[in-house]
């Protein structure tokens, strides 16, 4: 983990650190004395955020310096940047509503993630359609441009990128978009009600280039009974450019090939193959989840499980499980192992989003959930970085899905 | 906790920062519109830490500077310091079997926390004799002087203070002792298996000064069935000196008058007496805690249920209780109420140091159990700051602490 964050840094899709992040993880898995190491081929988006962006507030003659960031795949502003009067919304809805009166406006997004799910994921998912949808939407009617609130939990002065998409937008409708940050997204909107038409201006130079030659990392422990049965553990490599990614996902790559290492460690020889996959391009395009599903239709191969960390690297809770309810019976009936060290919340829910391109017939997905306090304090924010990171907690994470596996391994799901 | 934190700042008993945190407390609870608030008059030691301390490791010429810092109640060491060479233990049975070779030295107590027991408090009880009795039992066999591993599960330079005693030694026989970062213990000891002739200089010029007269801050709000029977709710306004103590009880302190609002805010009338309860002096020497005690029995007060929080302020878990099996019951019974929000952890255990003095018959005793990875980061040390506070978490907790209370007013325990 020190070394994917302190030596190589952000890992954005596309870029050199990218590169250096699948040659280091490759090198590192190569060291663990896995039975195959190797790389699969993906093509991935290349953005590139450009200069720093700057915003500021305009209210009569006084200007307001804001933190915001460009959003991924994000157009650029005109050179000498945009400036416009501003509406703020609450939702897409709230936004079809005014419909054409949006028309040569920036339109403001600010409604924030709900404080009162303990499941701070949740809150997540009520919230990001206003960034990945947002300036979509507004380009429809006209806007110039969207500033989003970020999607932080917190009052700080920290913007969070994140993807957004036109969809099927024409390219000559697409529209610059920006996270502001909380506490700027605050001051906004206090002082939009007191002046409704002062004008925001913000400036970003964010492009995006052809498509880039990546890898998936791949690293695999042969089974001795049934090789043919694959079970996956796994995050991605890629991260947004802002930080280190520390929690988005190297918690998740480094707790994975952990898991692995710990039951080779072990001598653990595994009934079924069990394969660590390091996926590419998870934050702006899915291309590594997508071709590592793709190859595995293609090699037919039988997934029969697979499980991601994707979700911070903080004290582990438990998991989520994406099964039938008579597999999901059986999975409880191994919750005493997991009880004394408090891991024990399963859930019916989400996987993760690189195995969620598998497709296999009975596959089970699980994602391991940490606590989820503090997650959006960092997540795809300038401070996810190592030292947010607490190596008791990540340890604890890696040796909870050690044992997931070992789990799976030798009970299966029947 | 801002304010206590940042603007107050550490708060050893004794102090002016203790008597303003008492002042403040005090004004704050008024502001809430309780029925009543007010002091409790205590006698608290005095201890003050005097000049930072300093020490290395002379190994041949190589003198190498390590993180020391002067137990609570420790004497000085002579002016100019201390020198000898070093014993290393990892026990006060190893001590005793040593016995006099101890004669003329510094023992130095090494045997780390463990770091699997998922609970940490539960590794913390398994070390801290070292800390607390080290250099009393060293000082029988002669030795000049202790220096105790620091009670933190991390490896890093910060060494961590915290209550010892002499026990019933004459003061002629006291000695010096200190605890040293796990960094520098673990340097320490590698010098020592090279090099077993080694020599540890330290100096520190605390001292202990006579008693001071300090406060418990109580604030109340009365029943309005059963007046006569008091719910506390509390922890405690000391903290060591290296630090703000954010978490070592800062969080304690703010999440039980926060407690105290929240049901205050909503118009809550508790059919018990509710009654927070600020400790002072629970780190050296429970003083606080024991007036309180004395106090109610003067007053024959009917104490039916106590709360602590003094574990941090993170993410809640659960709770610890002091009662019997059918009351254990009883309260499990309640478990659904804290299920969606995973603060279900229900476990028998030890309340608080505090509420530990109390003595009513049929009481019920709770402490709130938070997350503990983190704790030893932090407990006792120069980085236990309001930094290390997440305000998410903190909030988290004091909502718990709060519904538990409302829950023992509303159904009672029988």
Redesign the interface.
Known sequence: MEYLSNDIGSRLSGTENAAKAVEYTKNQLSSLGLDKVYLQEVMVPHWVRGEKETAYILDNKTKTVVPICALGGSVATPKTGLSATVIEVKSIEELNTLGEKVKGKIVFFNRPMD?LN?ETFKSYGGCVDQRYSGAKEAAKFGALGTIVRSMN??LDDFPHTGTQSYGDLPKEKYIPTAAISTNGAELLSKSLSVNPNLTFYFKQSCETLPDVLSHNVVGEIKGTEHPENIMVVGGHLDSWDLADGSHDDGAGVVQSMEAVRILKNLNYKPKNTIRVVLFMNEENGGKGGAKYEELAQQNKENHIFALESDSGGF?P?GFSFECDDTTFAKINSWKPFFE???IH?FVKGHGGSDIGHLTAKNIVKAGLKP?S??YF?YHHAANDTFDAI????LE?GAATMATLLYLVDQKGFN
Chains 1, 2 share one sequence.
Do not use: A, G, M, V
């Open positions: 404080p303990i939990l917190r004290t809770r004394p060290y408090l919340s606590d306090q503090r304090d607490n190596k008791r907690e604890l």
